[in-house]
């Protein structure tokens, strides 16, 4: 399932074959509630590697066994060479960035983000060359002497940063960090987020349930649901070849085609296309983008597109692009995007690569 | 919250004003008789003057048993605290068997009777040999304030934002570290509110004294004793100086949480009411 991409494949050839953190088989359950199953990954030197998945999808809980807040029931975690699960959190070399950011309110920014230093007794010129560094960093020199209470979300969020990255971290961690933010701000701090952590080259494990945010700021995906390892691909992969209709389902917009394969050609309703599959049934996810209006003035279709003839039934607009709902004779609905016009209306002749129907494994329906 | 079905009334003015009265007007009779030369009998007050205030300064039974009663409520403090944190601890952070049951039985020697306090205390020291004294006293105000310390603190804990302590852990710092520059800081308007309303409790307490008392007086023990003895506006005297002072602490007080809460996130409130005390 773990697919390597292109990336990665760059990066592992850089830092040799052993990846900085490895989760083997972490389970973990609440009484008798399990919430991770027999979780495995691998995260890379400077790697951001971005946690999807629901709520309750068991993301959270995996970040905090990382980190040592909890202890998993079974299964292992290193880093490099060193066993860290069975380590406090203070003696891991992973810092966290928290969901509400947990700054202490009695401390000022710079005390704050001095904090870890001074546990560590580093000396006093060290500690504040370097607390002033990473609010250099981060953009907020001039709130040194501010309360947390005092300043906004968004620097809340900058200084919740520093004060992870001024300890040098091998591994960052960031639960939803950005889920507080309002619409525009977190764009923007997804592309400084990205941004930063290439400057410092530091792997980061990024948490959250918002594909999109998953996609802009990721090396890879993991896709977790119902506390088990969906898919783990690049944002790409992923979203090209998803592996299970869930996934298809959960990142982006799909049409799920069942069909059957006989003799290397499968059908799908009225449609049929050649395929290198085994007979039997087979589930194809269908981006909306991938399908396109014929101008009918133009001729016959192509060998390698499947063309048919459906009808407009709705049309949405979604600024830069158009997802109509088209419905063919025999009834088979399906999603399009379109370049913008104002009427989609009537019959329209639509085509189709083949490569771009991707067979997906089946998910139980989503609950 | 009545939206805008506020009932007019010509009485209920009256009404309060009667109540705050009835509250204040003791406390200012007392203070104004204080003042009065002809002592604390005949209306209106006449000859104001400072005399009583000058007798005061000058009789040393009674600034021993303000001094007795000072070093009391330290004391007093002190043990509430040292035993009451860690038990508001305990029962945030802990599970052990008879939690429930701790948690309703810690209050229980604030609501009881001072006198079956008092009594029970004195029979227990009388069964350990123990010669009644301050001593006596501090233990006995220590012991029935803990439920006091503990109730305070718990409640600043509940308050207290969890995912605080674990970014300091995961700063690096250990569990005991994480405690003295985390978790105490955040309480201290908590373990300060504890200690003010402990101290309070103890200087005006009269029930349990009454039974440990040894030799030396508490100043409500030597006020109630004077007492007995007829009234002077002595008594007033000290009566307004003490109502001064609680005032002024009072008063510090809400400036600290005042300020507290408005340095707070607005998640994080630090402060906590402090409990009504019997």
Not at chain 1, 14 to 23: F, I
Not at chain 1, 297 to 326: D, K, P, Y
Not at chain 1, 333 to 338: E, N, Y
Not at chain 2, 245 to 272: D, K
């Amino acid at each position: 399932m773990a697919t390597t991409t292109e990336a990665t494949l760059a990066r592992s050839s850089r830092v040799g074959a052993q990846p900085l953190l490895s989760v083997r088989n972490i389970a973990k359950s609440f009484g008798k509630n399990p919430v991770l199953r027999d979780i495995s990954l691998e995260i890379a030197e400077s790697e951001f590697l971005t946690i999807l998945g629901e709520s309750g999808s068991g993301k959270t809980t995996l970040l905090r066994i990382i980190a040592g807040f909890e202890d998993a029931t079974s299964g292992e975690i290193w880093m490099e060479d060193q066993r860290l699960d069975v380590l406090p959190p203070y003696r891991r070399r992973v810092n966290t960035v928290f969901q509400h950011y947990a700054l202490f309110p009695h401390l000022t920014v710079a005390e704050n983000v001095g904090y870890g230093l001074r546990v560590a007794k580093l000396p006093k010129e060290e500690i504040a060359n370097r607390v002033e560094q990473a609010l250099a960093m981060v953009k907020m020199t001039a709130y040194a002497r501010s309360k947390p209470a005092k300043i906004s979300g968004g620097q809340q969020q900058r200084i919740a940063l520093a004060r992870a990255l001024v300890n040098r971290p091998r591994l960052l961690l960031l639960d939803e960090p950005l889920s507080a933010l309002d619409a525009n701000l977190r764009r923007q701090m997804q592309v400084e987020l990205k941004s930063l952590q290439r400057e410092v080259g530091i792997s980061f494990v990024f948490v959250t349930h918002d594909q999109e945010e998953a996609m802009v700021m990721s090396d890879r995906i993991a896709l977790l649901r119902r506390g088990e390892l969906e898919q783990i691909a690049s944002p790409r992969e992923i979203y090209g070849r998803p592996a299970t209709a869930y996934t298809a389902q959960f990142i982006g917009h799909t049409n799920l085609l069942p069909g059957e394969v006989k003799g290397g050609v499968v059908r799908c309703h009225s449609l049929d296309w050649p395929v290198g599959l085994p007979d039997g049934p087979v589930l194809f996810s269908l981006r909306p983008e991938s399908l396109r209006v014929v101008n009918s003035a133009a001729g016959s279709a192509g060998v390698n597109v499947v063309r048919f003839r459906a009808r407009v039934c709705h049309q949405a607009f979604h600024g830069s692009t158009e997802l109509l709902q088209v419905e063919c004779a025999d009834g088979l609905k399906l999603s399009i995007r379109t370049a913008t016009r104002e009427n989609w209306s009537g019959d329209l002749e639509l085509e189709f690569s083949p490569q771009d129907a991707v067979a997906v494994r089946p998910s139980e329906e989503r609950i | 919250m009545s939206g805008g079905a506020q009932v007019k009334s010509r009485w209920l003015p009256w009404h309060a004003a009667a109540v705050f009265c009835f509250l204040y007007l003791p406390i200012v009779t007392l203070i104004v008789y204080s003042f009065n030369g002809s002592g604390v009998g005949g209306f209106p007050p006449r000859n104001l003057t400072l005399d009583w205030y000058r007798m005061l300064f000058a009789d040393d039974a009674i600034w021993t048993s303000v001094l007795n009663s000072v070093l009391v409520a330290a004391a007093a403090m002190a043990i509430s605290l040292t035993f009451g944190i860690p038990a508001a601890l305990a029962l945030d952070r802990a599970d052990f068997p008879g939690k429930v049951l701790f948690r309703r039985l810690v209050l229980l020697p604030l609501i009881l009777p001072g006198i079956i306090t008092g009594l029970s205390l004195l029979m227990l020291f009388r069964a350990a040999d123990m010669k009644l004294s301050l001593l006596t006293i501090v233990l006995g105000h220590g012991t029935a304030l803990i439920s006091v310390a503990t109730t305070e603190v718990f409640a600043g804990l509940q308050k207290l934002d969890r995912a605080q302590e674990e970014a300091s852990l995961d700063l690096g710092a250990n569990y005991w570290q994480t405690f003295w520059r985390v978790t105490i800081p955040n309480l201290r308007l908590s373990i300060i509110g504890a200690a003010l309303l402990i101290f309070t409790l103890s200087m005006d307490e009269i029930a349990v004294s009454f039974f440990l008392i040894g030799r030396d007086n508490t100043l409500p023990l030597e006020i109630w004793g004077r007492l007995r003895r007829g009234i002077t506006p002595e008594i007033n005297a000290i009566s307004s100086i003490i109502f001064a002072f609680s005032l002024v602490a009072i008063v510090t007080w809400y400036r600290l949480r005042a300020r507290a809460e408005g340095n707070a996130e607005g998640g994080a409130e630090l402060v906590e009411a402090p409990v009504q005390g019997d």
